[in-house]
């Protein structure tokens, strides 16, 4: 069971529903008081005016959502995306975020790389530390399934974060997101949990549909799937976790198409529940 006061809800639960002033509304009439922003609809409404949001309803963040995609092999589109990602951190210190999180990138089809990739991502986040450090806002690494590879995140495990993490030597600016729909199949999950500790900084609920129908959009509320949620949110507390719980649904063909406040009362009994 999870409490009212660690719930958090990713705005992307609810992007075609609701402005990002609707969204923190909705929130507020449930009680709950956290959310983790998404950066399309941040933009969309405008940081400064998000941050003023956000200070006058009395919400907290969990987090902001996302940057990266830092693995091209051409020095030009490798320097924008850098700054791109510094850009992410900066709009996250203005939000009041504590964390970015941090989407590796795929292979690129040019070189068709996997393991060249994976180092670039590494040396990229090496050149963003300093600017995570002088910000406040920590990087977390977000591993993603291992479908997403080519186009998505060279990260797809927790051990290859923990991995990262060891050679970065910055545990003070980088930290690990677990985000149970991408990482529930890995067989060395739980001791990778158990290693990375305190360095988990962000943990996501959702549930993994037996009969899904898009790897990224078609996720499940929790209990609708097959994801044992409690033994994972059991697995990051022992590992020294004690942050919130966030929810994060991308669903096209459902929860995308309900009205907040069904979605959002949903959520509230499966936290209790299935979480």
């Known amino acids: 069971m999870v409490a009212d006061d660690r719930i958090s809800i990713h705005q992307v639960t609810l992007p075609p529903q609701c402005t990002t002033p609707q969204f923190v509304a909705a929130l507020a009439r449930h009680g709950l008081r956290c959310t983790s922003l998404w950066r399309e609809k941040t933009r969309e ?97 977000e591993p993603l399934h291992p479908m997403v590879c080519a186009n998505r995140s060279v990260l797809s495990t927790v051990g290859l974060a923990n991995d990262w993490c060891d050679a970065l030597g910055a545990d003070d600016a980088v930290g690990i997101a677990v985000d149970t729909y991408a990482v529930w199949w890995d067989p060395q999950l739980l001791e990778s949990i158990a290693r990375a500790g305190r360095r988990i900084i962000s943990f996501h609920v959702s549930d993994w549909l037996a009969d899904t129908q898009d790897l990224r959009l078609d996720r499940g509320m929790m209990g609708d799937g097959i994801i044992d949620l409690p033994a994972l949110r059991h697995a990051v507390e022992e590992a020294g976790y004690d942050g919130y719980v966030e929810v994060e649904i991308f669903s096209q063909r459902n929860w995308w198409r309900r009205e907040p406040d069904e979605v959002i009362a949903t959520i509230k009994q499966r936290m209790r529940t299935s979480v």
């Open 45 to 141: 409404h405008g940081v400064a005016a998000t941050a003023k949001l956000v200070a006058d309803s009395g919400m907290r963040l969990s987090g902001y959502c996302f940057a990266g995609l830092v693995t091209s092999p051409e020095p030009g589109e490798r320097a924008k995306a850098l700054d791109d990602v510094r850009a992410a951190l900066d709009e996250a210190a203005a939000l009041g975020a504590p964390c970015l999180v941090f989407v590796a990138g795929g292979v690129d089809a040019r070189d068709k790389d996997v393991r060249g990739a994976r180092g670039r991502a590494l040396d990229a986040l090496g050149e963003l530390v300093p600017h995570a450090r002088a910000v406040g806002v920590k990087l977390a690494l």
